[in-house]
């Protein structure tokens, strides 16, 4: 019966591991034993030189997600895959993934077809204000909301320290 494992992987070798796996199911004949691998990511935009940029960032990093019908053959090409060092679970019986961890862990990305916004800004770091009604004041930022992709910034307006709430877009680090 195909089911979801989770393998560990030397971090930032997760891709690595799924050419080297996919490789040796071929060279080893076991397709019929292993369906997919996968290693689950998401979309993050981000702010770099002003511009806004799309990467692809590891949601789990030091793991890859296999579907497979375990019996000891396909357990065996698994394990002597060059980077993983394991599967998550007892060390003798590999534990699968539920059906509700599948669909969050695999169907993140498609559910954000939007872009996640990411911060790379840091509380109390100085910004200069670049757009809206509020541009060319600098403040320091006092909170980062990462969901709404916004800012708190404490301007001086009038001697006066304000809380401005501002997108991501609208400031530029100092």
Known sequence: MFRWYVINTYSG?????KQNLEHRVVSL?????VRQVVVPTESVSEMKDNQKVTVEKRTMPGYVLVNMDL???SWGVVRGTPGVTGFVGSEHKPVPLTRPEVDRLLHRAE?????RARAQFAIGEAVKVIAGPLSDFSGEISEINDDAARLKVLVSIFGRETPVEVG?????KL
């Open 13 to 17: 070798h997760e891709n690595k591991v």
């Open 29 to 33: 004949g076991q397709q019929r034993a």
């Open 71 to 73: 019996d000891e053959d």
């Open 111 to 115: 559910v954000a077809a939007a872009p």
């Open 168 to 172: 991501f877009d609208q400031v530029k």
